[in-house]
Nanobody, 125 residues
Framework: QVQLTESGGGLAHVGDSLTLSCAAS????????MGWFRQAPGKDREFVAA????????DYTDSVKGRFAISRHNAKNMVWLQMNNLRPEDTAVYYC??????????????????WGQGTQVTVSS
């Protein structure tokens, strides 16, 4: 298991930028894919972005491509989600997560077993 703690959420206006941070501890971070997911009120949790353990690959859901960027620093056990040009539809609780397996890349939330407590992002128009 990986222990995850998110920070950096808050209130933003349309077009603003926010950076979410996630601190990890426990399992070897450098062997662990990391993902960001979000859940808006009344909606299912959805995939936002993921980055593989070697930082060689990252994927995004279509609605955030070109606006969000995921990055990680393995020596610091940190992963970030830079969110630019925020829109009202980005309003959600954002979760940092890690899958059950090491050296495994997945975008499927069902394969993620470690989750942070979530951080609220609210984008006002």
């Amino acid at each position: 298991q990986v222990q995850l703690t998110e920070s950096g959420g808050g209130l933003a206006h349309v077009g603003d930028s926010l950076t979410l941070s996630c601190a990890a501890s426990g399992r070897t971070f450098s062997a662990t894919t990391m993902g960001w997911f979000r859940q808006a009120p009344g909606k299912d949790r959805e995939f936002v972005a993921a980055i593989n353990y070697a930082s060689g690959r990252a994927d995004y859901t279509d609605s955030v491509k070109g606006r969000f960027a995921i990055s990680r620093h393995n020596a610091k056990n940190m992963v970030w989600l830079q969110m630019n040009n925020l829109r009202p539809e980005d309003t959600a609780v954002y979760y940092c997560a890690a899958p059950r397996e090491t050296f495994y890349y997945t975008l499927n939330p069902d394969e993620y077993s470690s989750w942070g407590q979530g951080t609220q992002v609210t984008v006002s128009s």
